[in-house]
């Protein structure tokens, strides 16, 4: 065999063992990597870190911290950011730092040193944040302009949610005898409904509301109300019909 043969045939064996060692390569790293883009699927791992989630999903940075900068009061929950951990319909859950955003009705966390908005939050089950656990609940049909976060107050077949509300107050010009004030924000008293399976959420600001929305016993409540002077106004009486309801 000819010299040049010899390095013909030789460069065809580096060919062949570096094809071998490229496709061993890959397997390895799909084997690592197909677990996270499976996400649809489940991941098998029982927590993982919002930096995580962010680098999978198409996530915006928050458009609102900016906007806030001139009015005074704040229309988060908390200021600050806390430790949380929300949990997907398919059972996976990520730790992050979150804070809700009560005015704008957004869910705020922060990762890889940004603020973003969570994304696609029905696919979200459910978003403990400290001691409380949030919900979402999407538009029931086309008029509705979008769902919206709600406070799980009480789980069960019927659950008690808190709607929380922040108002912006219109900055006011100087008078005579008084300086101007800036635009504000302010608590407002929560909403509170009640969701049996996945109806609609029903408000409750009266007796005739409870007994609407709790149809299938609503002689059994009326009486239960009555004998005990209960108020559909005031939450510990909500969440102890709620309660009764649910035990029925």
């Known amino acids: 065999m000819g010299r040049v043969s010899l390095i013909?045939?030789?460069?065809?064996?580096?060919?062949?063992?570096?094809?071998?060692?490229?496709l061993k390569t890959s397997l390895i790293f799909l084997?690592?990597?197909?677990?996270?883009?499976?996400?649809?699927?489940g991941i098998d791992i029982d927590l993982l870190k919002l930096d995580d989630y962010v680098k999978f999903h198409s996530h915006e940075a928050s458009n609102t911290i900016n906007s806030y900068h001139q009015i005074e009061g704040t229309p988060y929950l908390y200021e600050e950011f806390k430790e949380g951990v929300v949990t997907t319909k398919d059972s996976t859950?990520?730790?992050?730092?979150?804070?809700?955003d009560i005015f704008a009705d957004k869910m705020e966390f922060k990762s890889l040193n940004f603020v973003?908005?969570?994304?696609?939050?029905w696919t979200i089950e459910t978003l403990v944040i400290g001691s409380h656990t949030f919900v979402y609940v999407p538009p029931f049909?086309?008029?509705?302009?979008?769902?919206?976060?709600?406070e799980l107050i009480l789980p069960g077949k019927c659950r008690l949610l808190e709607k929380r509300k922040v108002a912006l107050n219109k900055p006011q010009p100087p008078m005579a005898y008084a300086k101007a004030k800036p635009a504000s924000f302010s608590d407002r008293k929560s909403d509170y409904y009640l969701q049996i399976g996945n109806q609609t959420p029903k408000?409750?600001?009266?007796?005739?509301d409870l007994i609407k929305a709790f149809e299938d016993q609503g002689q059994v409540i009326s009486f239960?109300?009555?004998?005990?002077?209960?108020?559909p106004k005031k939450a510990v009486d909500l969440i102890e019909l709620v309660n009764y309801y649910n035990s029925l």
Do not use: N, W
């Open 8 to 22: 013909v045939l030789k460069h065809c064996l580096i060919l062949k063992e570096m094809k071998s060692i490229l």
């Open 224 to 231: 239960y109300m009555k004998q005990k002077k209960m108020s």
């Open 203 to 208: 408000k409750i600001t009266r007796k005739k």
């Open 31 to 41: 084997s690592q990597v197909m677990p996270v883009l499976s996400y649809g699927q």
């Open 141 to 150: 049909d086309e008029t509705s302009r979008r769902g919206a976060y709600y």
């Open 93 to 100: 859950s990520f730790q992050g730092s979150f804070r809700y």
């Open 116 to 121: 973003f908005t969570l994304k696609d939050p």
